[in-house]
């Protein structure tokens, strides 16, 4: 398993990354909430334990962070013994487990495996749909009026991304941001080239157009039926 510690008390932090190699696990530590969820979001683990108390930004604002971004990383909190409020706030905000300090390194050896277990078990499918355009993202396949459409990774990645929240224009920046990260500068044309793309194999063979464009504004999915602009 790929876990993520963020601890700041670096004897702690030591202890567990030292157990967890051990157990065959790869581990890496950040000592504070805001590097620390920079790498969870960089580079997801399967797995992040996480200390309520840190820097910067604390436990809590993390784990809201992460399930904001849509992580699917289990989190197992470090809270303080007796604070039954830190556990339950833990619990509610999406945490998976916690241990309460301090705690032997066995135990938590074993609440991470426990954990683990579940992240291998499959995840419940994500289906899309916008009109009669469809996707499961698990599967990575899109079908249109019940017909497979076969797109590159970075066009399905760009479709998810507009079918995750339909008739929202989202502006070719973000867009480039969230497609293709940081691996070159900014090229507003390549965002360009896989909207046309995109349009050819989702659009140009159906009578109704689903992907649009607002001239300044940026790139949309919608069924028709919520049609006002036209591109
Ligand atoms: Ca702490």
């Known amino acids: 398993m790929r876990i993520l510690i963020i601890e700041d008390e670096p004897q702690l932090a030591r202890h567990v990354n030292v157990a ?14 805001a590097t620390g969820l920079k790498a969870a979001l ?36 470090l809270t303080s013994r007796g604070e039954v409020g830190d556990r339950v706030r833990g619990l509610k905000a999406g945490a998976d487990d916690y241990i ?31 009109a009669d355009l469809h996707m499961n993202v698990q599967q990575r396949r899109v079908l249109r009026s019940g017909e497979a459409i076969a797109l590159s990774p970075r066009e399905f990645d760009l479709l998810q991304i507009l079918m995750e929240e339909p008739g929202r224009f989202f502006a070719r920046t973000e867009l480039y941001d969230r497609v293709w990260q940081r691996e070159h500068s900014y090229d507003s044309r390549t965002v360009e080239m896989f909207i046309t793309r995109l349009r050819k194999k989702i659009d140009s063979e ?26």
């Open 42 to 77: 960089t580079t997801p683990p399967d797995l992040i334990i996480l200390d309520v108390n840190l820097p910067s930004i604390d436990g809590f604002e993390v784990l809201a962070k992460l399930r904001a971004a849509k992580s699917a990383a289990r989190v197992l909190m």
């Open 100 to 130: 309460p300090k301090p705690f032997a390194m066995e135990e938590l050896v074993a609440r991470v495996e426990a954990l683990g277990r579940r992240v291998a078990a499959p995840l419940p499918s994500v289906a899309l749909q916008v």
């Open 206 to 231: 159906f009578p109704v157009p689903l992907i649009h464009n607002l001239r300044n504004v940026g790139y949309t999915i919608r069924p028709p039926e919520t049609e006002k602009e036209t591109s």
């Open 20 to 33: 967890l190699h051990r157990h065959g696990h790869e581990a890496s530590v950040h000592h504070d909430g």
